[in-house]
């Protein structure tokens, strides 16, 4: 079955990094575009990155453009997701999942547990 394990997350100083990691498995990976996920308490779960698979073009919402960078292995089934000078307002808990690069809505209704950032001085 489909399955995705993210990894990575943790409480770090505003003007941190992480490195997130997606490992997914159970679908053709190599013929997804893969996406990251966050969901800040309160509000509604948002797109914060995508990859298209194939050429691999990347996208990201205006909030992390210029601070986070996605890539994608499809040897190791593995999406990564590196995130440079964090704001507070980058906490929430970070998901993936996969689908297309036009429409950009999760194509699996299996999710992982996520993984959680906080960032707080």
């Known amino acids: 079955q489909v399955q995705f394990v993210e990894s990575g997350g943790g409480l770090v100083q505003p003007g941190g990094s992480l490195r997130l990691s997606c490992e997914a498995s159970g679908f053709v990976f190599s013929g997804y575009s893969i996406i990251w996920y966050r969901k800040a308490s309160g509000k509604e779960r948002e797109l914060v990155a995508i990859i298209s698979n194939g050429i691999e073009i990347s996208d990201y919402a205006d909030s992390v453009k210029g601070r986070f960078s996605i890539s994608r292995d499809n040897d190791k089934n593995t999406v990564s997701l590196l995130m440079n000078n964090l704001k507070p307002e980058d906490t929430g808990v970070y998901y993936c999942?996969?689908?297309?690069?036009?429409?950009?809505?999760?194509?699996?209704?299996?999710w992982g547990q996520g993984t959680q950032v906080t960032v707080s001085s």
């Open positions: 999942n996969a689908g297309t690069y036009v429409g950009r809505r999760p194509e699996f209704d299996s």
